[in-house]
Nanobody, 120 residues
Framework: QVQLVESGGGLAQAGDSLGLSCAAS????????MGWYRQAPGKQRELVAT???????NYADSVKDRFTISRDNAKNTVYLQMKSLKPEDTAVYYC??????????????WGQGTLVTVSS
């Protein structure tokens, strides 16, 4: 069984920094694109940032220049460093990973979600 486990998040004040991490575990052959998405109360889930196995990055316009996505391929882990946080960044943040298992099956995985709350 393969899974994504997130950590980090919590409470912050506007202007603060927070970090999230997400590790893939299980019978993994490779982890392809990984990313972070978020869902604010009453809103649809939206893309925050993605990073390919070749370290190509993509960001939502709302977080460019404030958030940084990175990954450690040896650890099958993706990180999201968030700075200059704003109240509108408040949301549940979900990690997503495209995993190829040892049986060469493609699996799309989602983490359990972690809440980030930014107060003004």
């Amino acid at each position: 069984q393969v899974q994504l486990v997130e950590s980090g998040g919590g409470l912050a004040q506007a202007g603060d920094s927070l970090g999230l991490s997400c590790a893939a575990s299980g019978s993994i052959f490779s982890v392809n694109t990984m990313g972070w998405y978020r869902q604010a109360p009453g809103k649809q889930r939206e893309l925050v940032a993605t990073i390919t196995s070749g370290l190509r990055r993509n960001y939502a316009d709302s977080v460019k220049d404030r958030f940084t996505i990175s990954r450690d391929n040896a650890k099958n882990t993706v990180y999201l460093q968030m700075k200059s946080l704003k109240p509108e960044d408040t949301a549940v943040y979900y990690c997503r990973g495209e995993v190829t298992t040892h049986r060469l099956a493609y699996v799309e995985l989602w983490g359990q979600g972690t809440l980030v709350t930014v107060s003004s």
